[in-house]
């Protein structure tokens, strides 16, 4: 029933939201699919809460930024730019075309400079403040359930621990000693923190309120740092017999590795495909339930553009999609963890076979 209950609360706040986001605009007749959809999965230099009659409302968030052409490194607050209307120590956030999103240098008369090189952007972000709060919240929660089972390591878990134990004996049992092997263990503290924070991250971007709503895990830079730390985990751990089998494959003929070496470039590309399809499956997966989310909203708004009757009327069936798309995406965000950590783990395994031939 508190999961029913919480699920209603999810959905509504969620039309909520959007609702208080577009509702309210003055220019609803005006509105574009496309923009109102970027604006939501893009990260940003502010955390956007609503947009009522013109006004928004939104939290700051801290800019460092390192300007090649001053050869000086500044830090303030993004609200200096003012939502890109303003400059500020001659640098402006850009709010539409290619550069959107991105600060840049500007000329004298306020114009973009093209010749002057992008500054270096180290700036604290929504998806960069997220990822911050999630990682707190793993780390208060796994300490408490360390602390529980320390006191008595026999007793029966309760309340958090009752949730995330079946978790952990999940990977430990079905992912990390099947795929690996006896040498489970060293993988064990990775593979459990890739898949808290991959599925803490999904659900966490169903909550469109602050402080969650990010779209942490439907950002390619976050799902290609994931995939590098399964990389270099694969290369840092793996056996001679590994790198045998990508440079000089035994039972392949000779004439498929001399002169030209086929065999081993294949080989060689597989080992960095396979960590492009962990960042690729994760990233497109959670990015495309938030723009099917967002494209049942947007049609509220594309029909009511025509008569309010229709905004209405289609209002009935866009809310019905997106409370099943939330329930399916409440699936999507253990079943993306899940087959994260598992194909990690077949790497590893990979990496550490021994041969079965002499």
Request: overall charge positive; proline content about 5%; some cysteine.
């Amino acid at each position: 029933m508190r999961l029913i209950i919480c699920f209603i609360l999810v959905c509504f706040s969620r039309c909520l939201t959007i609702f208080s986001s577009e509702t309210h605009n003055k220019h609803t007749t005006n509105f574009n699919p496309g923009d109102f959809i970027i604006d939501h999965i893009l990260d940003a230099h502010e955390w956007h809460i609503a947009t009522i009659n013109n006004t928004h409302i939104s939290i700051p968030l801290p800019v460092i930024v390192y300007s090649y052409k001053q050869k000086k490194l500044y830090f303030f607050l993004s609200n200096k730019f003012h939502r890109g209307e303003s400059t500020y120590n001659n640098l402006r956030l850009v709010t539409e075309g290619k550069l959107k999103g991105k600060i840049v240098e500007v000329d004298k008369y306020g114009n973009i400079d093209k010749e002057a090189p992008l500054p270096l952007d180290l700036s604290i972000t929504k998806n960069v403040l997220e990822i911050f709060i999630i990682s707190i919240i793993l780390i208060i929660v796994f300490t408490s359930v360390a602390r529980y089972y320390k006191k008595d390591p026999h007793r029966p878990p309760k309340k958090i621990a009752s949730f995330l134990e079946p978790l952990i004996l999940f990977i430990r049992d079905d992912i990390a000693k099947s795929s690996i092997g006896e040498n489970y263990h060293k993988y064990m503290p990775y593979l459990l923190s890739v898949f808290f924070f991959i599925f803490f991250s999904n659900l966490f971007g169903l909550i469109p309120f602050f402080p969650f709503g990010a779209n942490v895990t439907g950002n390619i830079a976050v799902t290609m740092s994931l995939a590098l730390f399964t990389l270099f985990i694969t290369f840092l751990t793996a056996n001679k017999f590994y790198w045998l089998h990508i440079f000089n494959a035994p039972g392949v003929p000779w004439w498929l590795k001399i002169p030209i070496p086929l065999i081993p470039i294949i080989e060689l590309v597989g080992v960095f495909t396979k960590p492009f399809v962990l960042m690729v499956r994760l990233f497109a997966n959670i990015m495309a339930g938030h723009i099917i989310a967002l494209g049942f909203f947007s049609l509220i708004f594309i029909f009511g553009a025509k008569h309010w009757a229709f905004g209405y009327s289609i209002s009935i069936i866009s809310i019905a999609f997106t409370v099943f798309m939330t329930l399916l995406e409440l699936l999507v965000a253990f079943i993306q963890a899940y087959v994260f950590t598992l194909l990690s783990a077949l790497y590893f395994g990979m990496a550490i076979e021994k041969p079965h031939h002499e």
